[in-house]
C-alpha cells in the first residue's frame, strides 16, 4: 500500500512539472482594423475565404492543427494560420512542450484577421521586450530591446477627479474606455535608445547620459523617431506615441490603479524626479518607484509628448478618443525636473507643446501594440 501511494504521489509530482511547462495562450481578440485576411486572402475547398490568426510565438517550428486551410511562418516570430470560416478551436504542436489546445471564444469568421499571442513557460504577459535590428553596413546585425509594460484595456474616469484636486477648465472629469490591450515603455525613450535609432549625431539633449531619457526635442523630432524605430521592428505591430488618453491610463496604474494623486503614489517624492530633489536636471530612468504597471517616471524627471492636439475636455464619454482632428498645439503630459509647482506634477495636468519646438526638459514614451 505505502509503495502504490509512493508511486501516485510521485507521479501528481510528475504531472504538476509537465502542466508548469505548458504553453498559455496570453492575448486573442479580432482586430477589425487588420485587413490582411482580405487583403492577402486564402480560400476554403468550397471557395469560401478564410480567416487568418496571426499566432505570436517564439517558438521555432511549431505546426498547427484543426480546420485549417494554410499556414506560414512570417518573420520568424509570427505565425499566419488561415482557418475555415467557422473554425472552432485549434492545437498548437511544438517539440518542446505538450500540445496546447485553444478553443476560441467564438468561431472563425471568413474575411476577418485575428491576433493570438501564446507564451512559454516563465514568460511574463505583464512585461514584454520588443527587439530592434539594425545592419550598420558592415555586415554587422545590431540588436537593441526595448522594455514595455502591459496596460489591459478598461474604463475609467479621466481628467481632474477627485484626487486631482484640480480646478483647471481644460480637465473637465469624463468617463474613457480603452477597448484594445497596449505595451507601453517602462521607461521613459533613453538616450540609449534614441542614439540607437536616430543616430548619436541627431541626439540633441543638454543633460548627456546613455540612461538618461533623451530631452531637448520637439514633437515633429518624436515623429521621425516613431517612423525610424518602425522600420527596425523584429515582427508584428507598431511603435508610435501614446494618445492622451493611453498615456493617463497607463499612468493611473491602468488595469491596476489606485487612484493616486501622481503616478504610483499620493507622495510626490517616492515616484518623480522633481524640482525639489532634483533641480540640476533630470536622472537615470528607473531610479523612483515604479506606478501599479511597472513604468517608471511617469511623473517627474521628462515631461512625455502624446499624440493628440491639445483641447479643453468635454464631459461627454468616449471610447479610444484620439484627441480633435485639427489644432496648433500637441500635448505632453506628466512633469519634469524644472517644475515648480507641485499641483504641476499631477497624473491630469496638462501642458502644450509646439510641435516644432524643442524644451530642455521634454522627452518621450512610446506605445507598441499589435
Known amino acids: 500500500m505505502n509503495k502504490v501511494f509512493a508511486t501516485l ?8 512539472g509537465v502542466a508548469a511547462q505548458t504553453l498559455k495562450v496570453s492575448d486573442f481578440h479580432q482586430d477589425p482594423s487588420d485587413l490582411t485576411a482580405r487583403a492577402k486572402q486564402e480560400l476554403d475547398l468550397n471557395g469560401t475565404p478564410c480567416g487568418l490568426i496571426k499566432v505570436s510565438l517564439s517558438v521555432p517550428d511549431a505546426k498547427f492543427e484543426g480546420d485549417i486551410i494554410k499556414q506560414s511562418d512570417e518573420g520568424k516570430s509570427e505565425y499566419w494560420v488561415y482557418m475555415i470560416d467557422g473554425a472552432s478551436y485549434i492545437n498548437i504542436k511544438t517539440d518542446d512542450y505538450p500540445v496546447l489546445r485553444y478553443d476560441f471564444p467564438e468561431n472563425i469568421k471568413s474575411n476577418c484577421t ?11 504577459p505583464a512585461k514584454r521586450t520588443i ?22 484595456a478598461g474604463r475609467f474616469e479621466m481628467g481632474g477627479t477627485m484626487e486631482q484636486a484640480s480646478d483647471m477648465k481644460d480637465e473637465t472629469p469624463h468617463w474613457v474606455r480603452i477597448t484594445r490591450d497596449f505595451y507601453i515603455g517602462e521607461t521613459e525613450v533613453t538616450q540609449e535608445l534614441w542614439d ?3 543616430g548619436a549625431d541627431r541626439n540633441y539633449s543638454l543633460i548627456k547620459g546613455a540612461k538618461h531619457p533623451v530631452d531637448n526635442i520637439s514633437w515633429n523630432d518624436a515623429q521621425e523617431f516613431i517612423e525610424a524605430i518602425n522600420q527596425m521592428l523584429v515582427g508584428v505591430g507598431k511603435f508610435r506615441l501614446p494618445t492622451e488618453a493611453e498615456w493617463e491610463y497607463a499612468a493611473r496604474g491602468a488595469h491596476k490603479m489606485r487612484r493616486t494623486k501622481y503616478s504610483g503614489s499620493d507622495i510626490l517624492d517616492e515616484v518623480a524626479w522633481t524640482y525639489a530633489n532634483s533641480p540640476e536636471g533630470h536622472h537615470t530612468v528607473g531610479g523612483r518607484k515604479s506606478n501599479e504597471i511597472g513604468a517608471y517616471d511617469m511623473t517627474g524627471n521628462v515631461t512625455e509628448l502624446c499624440q493628440d492636439f491639445k483641447a479643453d475636455f468635454k464631459s461627454k464619454e468616449l471610447t479610444d478618443p484620439q484627441g480633435p482632428d485639427t489644432g496648433k498645439n500637441r500635448t505632453k503630459r506628466g512633469g519634469s525636473y524644472d517644475c515648480k509647482k507641485d ?11 509646439i510641435p516644432e519646438e524643442r524644451h530642455p526638459s521634454t522627452g518621450l514614451r512610446i506605445v507598441w501594440q499589435r
Open 196 to 198: 540607437f535609432v536616430m
Open 343 to 353: 499641483d504641476e506634477y499631477r497624473i491630469s495636468y496638462r501642458r502644450r507643446a
Open 114 to 124: 485575428y491576433v493570438m499571442d501564446v507564451i512559454r513557460p516563465g514568460e511574463n
Open 131 to 152: 527587439t530592434l535590428r539594425y545592419d550598420d553596413g558592415t555586415g554587422s546585425e545590431l540588436t537593441y530591446k526595448v522594455p514595455m509594460v502591459l496596460a489591459r
Open 9 to 16: 504521489i510521485l507521479l501528481g509530482i510528475s504531472t504538476l
